[in-house]
C-alpha cells in the first residue's frame, strides 16, 4: 500500500468511520461503477467531484473521499475500505452473536447467556440476535464470534445414531452377526442419560466476500488447508489460502442462498471421496457421486484426495510389464506396473487413444483400471465410456469425469478423488492403471481457481506452486513391496501441447516429473502413421527392465533400425540411384514403419507382439511390399491360431524366447508360405 493510502487509512480510523458507512459506500461503487470513473477522471474538476460525494455518500465520508480523489486514491479505495474493516474486527470492543432455538428463552435464560458470552470472549457489550428455527427440534445452537456452541436436540439425535451404528458394526465384525437387542438398550439407556448434558462446540466464520465460487471466510483460526467447511445453506468447500484475518474457501458447489455474512463450520474433516468395490462399472462426478443414472453406490470406506504418497522403503523397482498392446509401445518404449508413463502431443494426435487401448489390453490382466476426465466435453466422456462398455472394459474400470461445463473446483479436484479410488483399490494388494486425461486442463483450472483467490500469478500466468500441484499427484504412483499389500499404481497423464512445443511451462513440469513420455507428431499422424509415435523424442526410463525376456529379445535393435532409416532417408530422397545395401536398409525401414501401424481398438497380445516382431527383424518379411503386409499378417496370426497353440502357450507361461522356439516359429511361418 502506497504512503498517501496509508495516509487515508489512518485519516478513516481517526475520525472513527462505521462499518455501516464503509458498507455503504462500497455498495455505491459496486451498483455504480460510472461513479469511481467520475471520481477518478483527471478531467471532471474538484468542485464537481465534490458535489458528486456530497449528494450520494454518507456525511462522515464526505471530507475522506474528496480528499482521497483530490490524491489520485479512487482506484485504490478498496483495498483501502478492506484495510479499516479488518482494523475494526480488531480493535470492536463488542461481540454480535446469534441464537437459533425452537422455545423462546425465558429473560432469565437470556440474561444467563449474555453472561456466558461475555465472560467466554471477555467483551464488555454483546449484541445478540435470536432466530426462530424448528429444524433443530429443541435445544438452541449459538454462533458466537467464531465459534459454534451446539445444544440442540438435532445434533444430540445424530450422534445417538451414529454411536449405534457404530456399535453395529463393532459386533458384526467381532460376532460375524448384527447388534443384540441387550447392546441396544444398553447404548439407548447410556446415551438418553447424556442427552441433556451433551454439548459440542466447534469454530465458525462468516462470509465478507463471495463470487465466482470463492468464499473469503473471517474467523476459523484454527482451520487447516485443505479441510472441508460447510457453510448454512449445506454446500461445503475446501480451505484453499490460509491469510492473517481471512481464509479463502473454494466452493463445491452452488452459492445459491449464501451472502456476505452467512456462517461457515469447521467438519475437522480435509477433503475426501467415498470408496468401494462398487465404484467398478460406474461413472462418477470429482466428489464421488454417481453421474451415470444407475442408482446409489454405498461407500465401504472415505480416502482423503490428498494423501502422502508411499515412501522409499515401501516400494520395490518396477520389473513387472504393463502390457499397452501397442506394438510401438511394448518394443521400444515398455510400461511397468508402477511407472509414470507421460503421453504428450498436440490436440488430435491420437493421446487418448493410445490411453483408451491400454485400458481394453488389461482384460483379463487382472489389473483395476481409473479414468479421470478433466475438462473435456460431456459427449467425449460419453464417447469414451460406450467404447469402453462395447470392448467390456467397462468391467474393471472406474470413470471420474469433470467436464468443461463444471466449475474450476471440480476440474482441480478431479484426478485427486480419481487417486483415491485407485489407491483404495492398490491397498487391497491390486494392480491399478490411472489415465488423467488431461493435466493440461487441469493446470488452467488451477491457474483460474488460484487467480480468483487473488493468488500472485508467475510465469504463463501459472501461481508459483503449479508444479507441485502434479507432483504430489503423480508421486503416489508406485509399486508397493509385499509388507505394504505389493499392490501397484501405474500413471499414464497426457499432456496437450501447442505446436508440438515441449519447451512450454507445464510440459517441461511433468516431463521431470514422469518416468518417460511417448510423443506423438501432428506430422506423423496427418502421414498415416497411427500411432503417430515419435521414435526420436519418446523415451522409457524404466527400459528393459519393464519388458518381458521374450519382448526385449525379439525387439533387439528396432528402434537402432528405425533411426537409421530415418536419417537415411532423408539423405536419399534426392538420389535416384541407390547401392544394393542402402536399398535394403530402406526396405527393411517402411517394412517395420508398415508394421508398427495399428489400427484403433485393436491391441496385440504378448504372443503376437513376439512372433511379428522376430519375423521382421530376421528378414521373414522381407520379400513382402508395405501394401501386401497388413493382409499377410492378419492371415499369418489366424494360422498361428489355429495350428501353433503350442508356441502360443509357452510364450504366454515362460516369457521366454528360446532358440528352439525361436525355430519353431520360423516353421510354422515356412509352413503358412507353403
Known amino acids: 500500500m502506497r504512503d498517501t493510502a496509508k495516509e487515508f487509512l489512518n485519516e478513516l480510523i481517526r475520525l472513527n468511520i462505521t462499518r455501516e458507512d464503509i458498507e455503504t459506500s462500497k455498495g455505491i461503487f459496486s451498483a455504480c461503477p460510472d461513479v469511481k470513473d467520475t471520481l477518478g477522471n483527471p478531467l471532471v474538476t474538484l468542485d464537481e ?3 458528486v460525494i456530497k449528494r450520494i455518500f454518507p456525511k462522515a465520508l464526505e471530507r475522506p473521499l474528496a480528499n482521497a480523489a483530490k490524491s489520485g486514491l479512487i482506484e485504490e479505495l478498496d483495498e483501502i475500505f478492506e484495510a479499516y474493516q479488518d482494523v475494526l474486527l480488531e480493535k470492536q470492543g463488542s461481540i ?24 467466554k470472549f471477555t467483551r464488555d457489550e454483546v449484541d445478540i440476535e435470536y432466530k426462530h428455527d424448528p429444524d433443530i427440534i429443541g435445544g438452541f445452537i449459538l454462533n458466537a464470534g467464531d465459534v459454534e456452541f451446539d445444544r440442540s436436540y438435532r445434533t444430540s439425535l445424530r450422534a445417538i445414531r451414529e454411536t449405534l451404528r457404530k456399535k453395529a458394526n463393532d459386533t458384526s465384525e467381532i460376532s460375524g452377526k448384527g447388534i443384540r437387542s441387550g447392546d441396544i438398550i444398553s447404548v439407548l439407556k447410556t446415551e438418553v442419560r447424556d442427552f441433556e448434558v451433551r454439548s459440542g462446540a466447534s469454530e465458525t466464520g462468516f462470509i465478507v466476500r463471495l463470487g465466482d465460487g470463492i468464499a473469503r471466510v473471517h474467523g476459523m483460526s484454527g482451520v487447516m488447508y485443505g479441510e472441508l467447511v460447510e457453510f448454512e445453506t449445506g454446500v461445503r468447500g475446501i480451505v484453499q489460502n490460509l491469510e492473517e484475518n481471512y481464509v479463502g474457501v473454494v466452493l463445491l458447489g452452488d452459492d445459491h442462498g449464501l451472502t456476505e455474512g452467512s456462517t461457515a463450520v469447521r467438519t475437522g474433516k480435509r477433503a475426501g471421496i467415498g470408496v468401494s468395490d ?38 520395490k523397482p518396477v520389473s513387472v510389464p504393463l502390457q499397452t498392446g501397442i506394438l510401438a509401445i511394448d518394443s521400444m518404449f515398455p510400461i511397468g506396473r508402477g511407472q509414470r508413463e507421460l503421453i504428450i502431443g498436440d490436440r488430435q494426435t491420437g493421446k487418448t487413444s493410445i490411453a483408451i487401448d491400454t485400458i481394453i489390453n488389461q482384460k483379463g490382466q487382472d489389473v483395476i483400471c481409473v479414468y479421470a476426465a478433466i475438462g473435456q466435453k460431456s459427449s467425449t466422456v460419453a464417447q469414451v465410456v460406450n467404447t469402453l462398455k462395447k470392448y467390456g472394459a467397462m468391467d474393471y474400470s472406474v470413470v471420474v469425469a469433470a467436464s468443461a461445463s463444471e466449475p474450476a473446483p471440480f476440474q482441480y479436484i478431479a484426478p485427486y478423488s480419481a487417486t483415491a479410488v485407485a489407491e483404495y483399490f492398490m491397498s487391497k494388494g491390486k494392480d491399478v492403471l490411472i489415465v488423467y486425461d488431461d493435466l493440461s486442463k487441469h493446470a488452467v483450472a488451477y491457474r483460474a481457481m488460484s487467480l480468483l483467490l487473488h493468488r500472485p500469478p508467475g510465469r ?17 504412483s508406485s509399486r508397493l513391496d509385499d509388507e505394504h499389500g505389493g499392490g501397484s499404481l501405474t500413471a499414464l497423464p497426457i499432456i496437450e501441447t501447442l505446436a508440438g512445443d515441449i519447451s512450454a511451462y507445464i510440459p517441461t513440469n511433468v516431463i521431470s516429473i514422469t518416468d518417460g513420455q511417448i510423443f506423438l507428431e501432428s506430422e ?38 528405425l533411426a537409421q532409416f530415418k536419417e537415411m532417408e532423408i539423405f536419399t530422397q534426392f538420389s535416384s540411384e541407390l547401392d544394393p545395401a542402402t536399398a535394403e536398409l530402406l526396405a527393411h525401414g517402411h517394412m517395420l514403419t508398415e508394421l508398427l501401424k495399428q489400427p484403433l481398438y485393436n491391441p496385440h497380445p504378448h504372443y503376437e507382439q513376439v512372433i511379428l516382431l522376430y519375423a521382421a527383424q530376421h528378414g521373414l518379411f522381407s520379400r513382402l511390399s508395405p501394401k501386401e503386409l497388413k493382409t499377410y499378417v492378419s492371415e499369418l496370426m489366424s494360422y498361428i491360431n489355429s495350428f501353433g497353440q503350442d508356441i502360443i502357450a509357452e510364450l504366454e507361461e515362460k516369457r521366454v524366447l528360446t532358440d528352439d522356439l525361436a525355430e519353431r516359429i520360423e516353421k510354422i511361418i515356412a509352413a503358412f508360405e507353403e
Not at 437459533?100 to 444467563?112: F, K, W
Not at 442408482?295 to 490428498?306: N, R, S, W
Request: cysteine-free; charged content about 25%; aromatic content about 8%.
Open 96 to 119: 454480535k452473536a446469534v441464537v437459533r432455538y425452537v422455545t423462546p428463552l425465558t429473560e432469565s435464560q437470556q440474561a444467563e447467556l449474555r453472561k456466558f458470552i461475555m465472560e
Open 49 to 51: 467531484k465534490r458535489a
Open 278 to 315: 462398487e465404484l467398478l462399472g460406474r461413472v462418477v462426478d470429482a466428489l464421488g457421486s454417481p453421474i451415470d443414472g444407475l442408482g446409489q453406490i454405498h461407500a465401504e470406506d472415505y480416502f482423503p484426495i490428498e494423501r502422502e504418497a508411499p515412501g522409499v522403503i515401501e516400494r
Open 524 to 561: 506423423l499422424f496427418n502421414s498415416g502413421q497411427r500411432p503417430a509415435v515419435n521414435y526420436g523424442l519418446s523415451v522409457s526410463r524404466v527400459g528393459g527392465a519393464a519388458q518381458t525376456k521374450a519382448m526385449k529379445k525379439a525387439a533387439g535393435n528396432l528402434r537402432i533400425d
Open 460 to 476: 504463463e500466468a501459472y501461481p508459483g506452486d503449479v508444479f507441485y500441484l502434479h507432483s504430489r499427484l503423480l508421486e503416489r
